[in-house]
Each structure stands twice: as C-alpha cells, then as structure tokens.
T-cell receptor, first 111, second 113 residues
Framework: ETGVTQSPTHLIKTRGQQVTLRCSSQ?????VSWYQQALGQGPQFIFQYYREEENGRGNFPPRFSGLQFPNYSSELNVNALELDDSALYLCASSLDRGRQFFGPGTRLTVL | GQQLNQSPQSMFIQEGEDVSMNCTSSSIFNTWLWYKQEPGEGPVLLIA???AGELTSNGRLTAQFGITRKDSFLNISASIPSDVGIYFCAGLSLKDSNYQLIWGAGTKLIIKP
C-alpha cells in the first residue's frame, strides 16, 4: 500500500510568484485535505477535496486554490505569494472524509 | 474563530518519567484527536476520542475526552527516547456542513540525556 506522497519536498520562491504543490493520495482514498503549518504552530486547514469537488474551506484568501484529479491526486496553487506564505504545506488523504493520513509536507520559503 | 489552547508549550523530562499535556477550548468538540509529528514528517494519529468522558489507551499513551467536551489530556507513561517530537491535539469541527480539524499549537517533548 503506497502512502501519501508530496512534491516537491522543498521550494524557494519570491514575492508575487505563483506556486503549485502536488499530493498523491494513499491507494483507495478519495478525499484530500490541505493544511498550512507555520513554524512552531499547529496545522491550519486550507480546504478539502472529496471526489473532485471542494468540500470545505478554512480562512484562506481566494489566491489559495486547489484541484483534485480523477485519480484523486491533488494540487494546491498559491498566487501572488507573500512572505507570510512561507510554511510547511501538508496534504492528508482519507477514505470518504474519514481518518486522515498525512504526507511529509512541502517546505515553501518565500523571499 | 475556534481555537485550541494546548499546554505546556514544551517539556524537558528524564527518560522514564511520565508526561502529561492537555488541550482546552472555548467550543465544544464531538471528536478529539492526538497526533505526533517528528522532524521532516507529517503528523501521525495516536489516539482518537469520540465520547465525552472516554478514556482510551494506546500502549504507554492514555488520553481522555473531557466531560464538558471542551478539553482533553494525553499522558505518556515511562517515557523513552523515541517519544521525542511534537504532540498536537485536534478537535473535529462541523462548519457549513463540512468537517474540519482545528489544531492546538503543539507540545514539544524533549528528553534530557
């Protein structure tokens, strides 16, 4: 059984740029949730995708957007990057919005 | 918005000691979860609590869901070096017909050599 994988592991961008982060869900899972984890903080819920549709969103601006593909993998897109967007971005997959299994995260640094 | 207050922020303990950490909230949760996160990895679920008053164990770990549904604690007995990491509580919240996890800021466990 393949676990949750994320790519890239690290990324450095500059303010104003756009970034796409990718997540492959665990085999058999149809739900993907994205979280932002700032240094020294707990994860903050960004949004969740269930069967290719957005299924809940946290307090993040519209420049944070996402997509889920027919194979249930997912992308997180962030436009117009700001310095405060620097964080660890975690993806978690689950079956039918149940128990979540987390990937190792993508460390984004915005300069 | 909803917040979880987790304490302590960090703990320095000797190997073999027992550890206790807790989470409180101003809001009611119907599910409390405890996770552990190690460097370079995502959080891993340790214990899930579904009923007020529930006491659940997972090896040396024990967690309780408070009667008021606004708090939870996690105990680790006889700590060992591999217990080091950051422990997070999380409450499952229903918002706009969708469930989302609300997280505490974490308790960093450090074992003194």
């Amino acid at each position: 059984e393949t676990g949750v994988t994320q790519s890239p592991t690290h990324l450095i961008k500059t303010r104003g740029q756009q970034v796409t982060l990718r997540c492959s869900s665990q085999s058999g899972h149809n739900t993907v949730s994205w979280y932002q984890q700032a240094l020294g903080q707990g994860p903050q819920f960004i949004f969740q995708y269930y069967r290719e549709e957005e299924n809940g969103r946290g307090n993040f601006p519209p420049r944070f957007s996402g997509l889920q593909f027919p194979n249930y993998s997912s992308e997180l897109n962030v436009n117009a990057l700001e310095l405060d967007d620097s964080a660890l971005y975690l993806c978690a997959s689950s079956l039918d919005r149940g128990r979540q299994f987390f990937g190792p995260g993508t460390r984004l640094t915005v300069l | 918005g909803q917040q979880l207050n987790q304490s302590p922020q960090s703990m320095f303990i000797q190997e073999g000691e027992d550890v206790s950490m807790n989470c409180t909230s101003s809001s009611i949760f119907n599910t409390w979860l405890w996770y552990k996160q190690e460097p370079g990895e995502g959080p891993v679920l340790l214990i899930a609590l579904y009923k007020a008053g529930e006491l659940t164990s997972n090896g040396r770990l024990t967690a309780q869901f408070g009667i008021t549904r606004k708090d939870s604690f996690l105990n680790i007995s006889a700590s060992i070096p591999s217990d080091v990491g950051i422990y997070f509580c999380a409450g499952l919240s229903l918002k706009d017909s969708n469930y989302q996890l609300i997280w505490g800021a974490g308790t960093k466990l450090i074992i003194k050599p």
